[in-house]
DNA sequence: GATGGATATTTTGTATACAATTTAAAATAA
DNA sequence: TTATTTTAAATTGTATACAAAATATCCATC
């Protein structure tokens, strides 16, 4: 678990575009420019076309341009979503491990007491542990991709509290305990359905 | 349809070091040195570079290295690209054009009368028919990268004709034919399962 | 005022040079 | 021999320079 001290330039080029992108310091659709982004961060463009070649591949820039994901957009990404957790949330009720289970159960209780901030972590990690109990490696890279994205939209709307959001967790995490794959699995689908749909609707506004 | 002369070294890079890994002649686990390619195809480091570090996001290449996928992997691989195929099949049942059905037909037919390479190609493009038809790129794309991975193992198998595949593809594509929805996922996940049970058998020997 | 084309500017693609790191090799000690 | 440290070689990471391409700007023409 301890972090290389790695100091390469294009890691640290590749963070902090990412963070400004996520962040939303970079807004939507703008250009980047190779020799700005460099200069901005005191280093040689070489790093920071490396970076930018790497946020193309996971979708955050298309065209040297922060994405600009639309309604539709968003509607794929969660197509696949629902589909790869619906599997996972079905997969979890008979393989999960007791230890993974209390992760999980700690994450519905977080979102009734934390603070804003621990409520938001506490949400991602909970769908970030069903995930991951797959153990397969390309279920979850596919997943960690998709999540640049929804962070993008969820961003604009996540100031919000979703109402029932933390109940259709705790629905789900007793499924899963209970050893119901099937109820898991059309629970999941539904709340993601839930939450594409709570998406879509701020965006309008 | 009119391909881009685009004689970008970059690109002719990547498409050379793709070509030369699916079909064998860099082997599996050999290390890709950045200036011996570079000298190979007569341009410099840069180009190389960035067509190494697109292969690495794609999969085919890992740490320098061609992959060497296990057993295990290839499992991985399948378990998401049932699941992927599984919907899209699904879907086709109700939402597939009549001209994407004719052409999946064709697929079909070719795969009975065509030679080796038709079959090969006729076989590719029969799911390819299928994901392309839910018309999400996200899906596509993740089928896509999927592809390279399971064309280097099948590419050792792929001289031995797999009993039954054809008859396989007749049924899915009759099931979405007759609008069969869940006939036609049940029959593709079944068809994936079989031919990934025929892969790691053929690894084995 | 709009349109088209020549010119200038910006931005990207590529080559090369050098620094930092990693990997292999050699030499020495146990 | 085996292990371990030192040294050398190979390889990657980064910076810089220049060429090619794309974009914007300007001016003439209609």
């Known amino acids: 678990m301890t972090k290389k001290p790695t100091q390469l330039a294009y890691v640290h080029a590749y963070e902090y575009i990412r963070d400004r ?3 939303g310091e970079l807004e939507r659709g703008t250009k980047l420019v190779e020799e700005r982004l460099a200069e901005e961060m005191g280093i040689s463009r070489t790093p920071v076309r490396d970076s930018i070649r ?6 955050l820039i298309k065209q040297k341009c922060v994405v600009n994901p639309s309604d539709m957009d968003l509607r794929h990404v969660f197509q696949v979503r629902t589909l790869l ?8 009720a008979t393989y999960i491990t007791d230890e993974a289970l209390a992760k999980l159960k700690n994450c519905v209780d977080i979102g009734r007491t934390g603070t804003i901030e621990e409520v938001m972590a506490a ?12 153990n ?30 933390i109940e259709e967790h705790h629905d789900i995490y007793e499924a899963i305990r209970q ?9 999941m689908k539904e709340h993601l359905q839930l939450d594409l749909e709570f998406c879509l609707n701020r965006m309008k506004g």
């Open 136 to 165: 397969n490696p390309v279920m979850i890279d596919i997943f960690d991709r998709m999540q640049s994205i929804i962070y993008l939209f969820r961003k604009t709307v996540v100031l919000h509290k979703r109402p029932l959001l």
């Open 123 to 134: 949400n991602k990690e909970f769908h970030e542990i069903i995930v991951g109990a797959t």
């Open 179 to 187: 050893h119901h794959a099937d109820e898991a699995e059309r629970l």
């Open 21 to 23: 992108i996520l962040s």
């Open 85 to 92: 957790e619906g599997f996972a949330a079905n997969y979890c």
């Open 54 to 59: 790497k946020l193309e591949q996971e979708g």
